[in-house]
């Protein structure tokens, strides 16, 4: 595909149940961002991978939140015993080089925590 | 924070006319982006002004940077139905590592 993609499109879980959610980026898109959007509200940023470099964790909210990116490709965002106010929608982007230029973005997850 | 601010929060305008958008931010920046949001998908770019240039036109649009100001205005000429959308800024700081954006302006525009 040529743009970014995630999985699932929505997700719906019971209160303390763990979630995955993934995101496919742009073949040699070497920045890849995650950010929480909530209803009618900004983007927050979450967490970000450039490269082989250790990933900015600055905006995670919790230790209850962790993300990996395997080969410098693929990435997943883990939420562990889901809260209600993480309900949003996880939205992914990618980018090329150092992270200043134009991002492409998924689609989101929808995550809706009963 | 470094959140960019955009305002108005909400803007309807009629087909046809110009709609304007600002965004203020806090912290010297290496570039300013605008993005666009359809209800319910993600974001996509409109444009890209660095901290360097003043003004940026494409097609219908026009970016001013004020960077003394720390402020960028987006203009959307001659607006459609189709242009209804959240609009958001962003900025990049120069360690490029993160892209603080804004709470959006909702614009409607009304057939």
């Known amino acids: 595909g040529a743009g970014v993609s995630q999985s699932p499109s929505n997700k719906v879980t019971e209160k303390g149940k763990d979630v995955e959610l993934r995101c496919d980026p742009i073949?040699?898109?070497?920045?890849l961002y995650w950010y929480r959007q909530s209803l009618g509200q900004g983007l927050e940023f979450l967490i970000y991978?450039?490269?082989?470099?250790?990933?900015?964790k600055s905006g995670l909210p919790s230790d209850r939140f962790s993300a990996e990116r395997t080969g410098g490709s693929v990435s997943t965002l883990t939420i562990q015993r889901t809260q209600q106010e993480d309900s949003a929608v996880y939205l992914c982007?990618?980018?090329?080089?150092?992270?200043?230029?134009?991002?492409?973005f998924g689609p989101g997850t929808r995550l809706t925590v009963l | 924070s470094q959140q960019g601010e955009e305002d108005p929060q909400a803007l309807s305008i009629q087909e046809g006319e110009n709609a304007t958008m600002n965004c203020s931010y806090k912290t010297s920046i290496n570039n300013l982006q605008w993005y666009r949001q359809n209800s319910g998908r993600g974001l996509v770019h409109l444009i890209l002004i660095r901290s360097n240039e003043r003004e940026k036109h494409s097609g219908r649009l026009r970016v001013t940077l004020d960077t003394s100001k720390k402020s960028s205005s987006l203009l959307i000429t001659a607006s459609r139905a189709a242009d209804t959308a959240s609009y958001f800024c962003a900025t990049v700081v120069n360690t490029g590592n993160q892209f603080y954006f804004g709470t959006g302006t909702s614009l409607t525009v009304i057939p």
């Open positions: 991978f450039q490269g082989n470099s250790a990933p900015d």
């Open positions: 073949s040699g898109h070497t920045a």
């Open positions: 982007a990618s980018s090329l080089g150092l992270g200043f230029g134009e991002q492409f």
